[in-house]
């Protein structure tokens, strides 16, 4: 438990990354407000579960990150009943819960529950970075947690540079830096049109989030200990493969995927198969071949673009 109101070092940070990365600077506006709590917000309440411990099929981790399989924000986890249990708590003793965004990253590090990696994610001792944080932003003073008095100091290995050298697209261009607009994650999910050709080989087999530069840290050797079957990934796993999301109608999206995977909207099925079909295009797999040819006609232009490029690509005659 931290007090509200202690977030400066955020703002200052964007400064630093719009500075950086003046071309994602809208991306970084739309952060600064979550350096700002309501004016009755006294408290803050951090929490972070592990997901370290569930098994992800390879093939499912080839393609989203880990922990957008697991998050417990939509009522599809299986761990989305015991965070509700917990708010239902946390009002029983009189708490007011107001409606509000924040760091989380660092509110955790605040409250003692981490420190951060120079790939800007939360590390805890026994689970690496493979911990979701939750964070309840509340209108009464508490009993606060000691505040870490030296936050910019790394959880990391002296000359470590391990996560930079694994970032496909090199968003990540140094220490506790990382350019939004160039992250896998952001344009998996947050994507108008289509990234630039060069960007779009670099993304690899990402489909929704990426996990390399977690991955491939020292400091996560042995952390993914994957002893327990992921909850209730077998009510719609038979959905994830490339080709049943490149092939899904909007019924089945709305349905099974969207809710789950949420970060791209209700309207967004065309940016699953651009995503699929890119995917399946760095794959290098002939198997694959027919179906992006046939997606060459889609009737949505990013989609015939994506087809269109994979063609040119791979040389396929369309
Ligand atoms: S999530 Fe992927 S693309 Fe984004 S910074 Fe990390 S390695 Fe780079
Ligand atoms: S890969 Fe190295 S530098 Fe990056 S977060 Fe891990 S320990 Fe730190």
Redesign the pocket.
């Known amino acids: 438990m931290i007090p509200a109101n202690s977030f400066e070092e955020y703002t200052w940070q964007l400064d630093k990354r719009v500075g950086s990365f003046p071309e994602s600077k809208e991306l970084y506006e739309q952060l600064y407000a979550m350096a700002r709590q309501p004016e009755n917000a006294k408290s803050i309440i951090v929490c972070t579960q592990r997901y370290n411990i569930y098994k992800i099929p390879d093939d499912l981790g080839a393609l989203f990150g880990k922990m957008y399989l697991f998050e417990p924000r939509g009522p599809y986890s299986q761990d989305h009943p015991s965070r509700v249990a917990f708010e239902a708590y946390l009002k029983t003793l009189g708490l007011n819960l107001l409606p509000c965004y924040i760091p989380n990253r660092l509110a955790a590090a605040k409250a003692g529950l981490g420190k951060f990696g120079r790939?800007n994610f939360i590390y805890d001792s026994r689970h690496g970075s493979y911990v979701w944080i939750d964070a309840w932003v509340v209108d009464r003073e508490l009993v606060y947690d000691a505040i870490e008095e030296e936050l910019s100091l790394p959880a990391c290995n002296d000359g470590c540079n391990k996560?930079v050298e694994?970032?496909?697209?090199k968003?990540?261009t140094g220490e506790f830096s990382?350019d939004r607009g160039?992250?896998?994650?952001h344009l998996g999910w947050n994507a108008k049109d289509l990234p630039d050709e060069e960007t779009r080989a670099q993304m690899g087999l990402w489909m929704y989030g990426?996990?390399?530069?977690q991955d491939a840290c020292p400091l996560n050797q042995d952390k993914f200990t994957a002893t327990d079957d992921l909850p209730l990934l077998a009510e719609y796993e038979k959905y994830l493969t490339l080709e049943r999301l490149l092939e899904m109608d909007e019924d089945t999206y709305i349905e099974h995927i969207q809710p789950r995977f949420w970060f791209i909207g209700k309207d967004g099925l065309w940016l699953w198969k651009c995503n699929a079909l890119r995917s399946m295009i760095n794959s290098g797999e002939s198997k694959y071949h027919g179906l992006i040819k046939q997606f060459c006609g889609h009737e949505d232009s990013w989609v015939r673009e994506m087809a269109q490029w994979g063609c040119r690509m791979l040389g396929l005659s369309v």
């Open positions: 790939n996560c694994a970032c496909p697209t968003a990540m990382m160039r992250c896998v994650a990426c996990d390399a530069c």
